[in-house]
Nanobody, 119 residues
Framework: EVQLVESGGGLVQAGGSLRLSCTAS????????IGWFRQAPGKEREGVSC????????YYADSMKGRFTVSRDNAKNTAYLQMNSLKPEDTAVYYC????????????WGQGTQVTVSS
């Protein structure tokens, strides 16, 4: 199994930027698609972005397009979520997750990192 650890969260003012990192271990990193999700208090978890295991294909939820960028460095076993033009409504716990190539289940999850955007 692959283990995931998020880092990079914190407090930032509206309009600012943060870069989250998701570091994997325990399995070949390029066997896994990496997804980013978030959950705000009282709300359901929502998908933010994902990046394919090898070819660099990406997906963004509509509200993140043009503001967030997902990337990965397979040599470092790390995926990133660059968040720009942050808004208070981006405040949430952000999680990375992994699914094996060719599968649809987000089977492996990190423990999350808090992002707080002040107005």
């Amino acid at each position: 199994e692959v283990q995931l650890v998020e880092s990079g969260g914190g407090l930032v003012q509206a309009g600012g930027s943060l870069r989250l990192s998701c570091t994997a271990s325990g399995a070949p990193f390029d066997d896994y698609t990496i997804g980013w999700f978030r959950q705000a208090p009282g709300k359901e978890r929502e998908g933010v972005s994902c990046i394919s295991s090898r070819d660099g294909s990406t997906y963004y939820a509509d509200s993140m397009k043009g503001r967030f960028t997902v990337s990965r460095d397979n040599a470092k076993n790390t995926a990133y979520l660059q968040m720009n033009s942050l808004k208070p409504e981006d405040t949430a716990v952000y999680y990375c997750a992994a699914k094996f190539r060719g599968t649809e289940e987000w089977k492996y999850w990190g423990q999350g990192t808090q992002v707080t955007v002040s107005s």
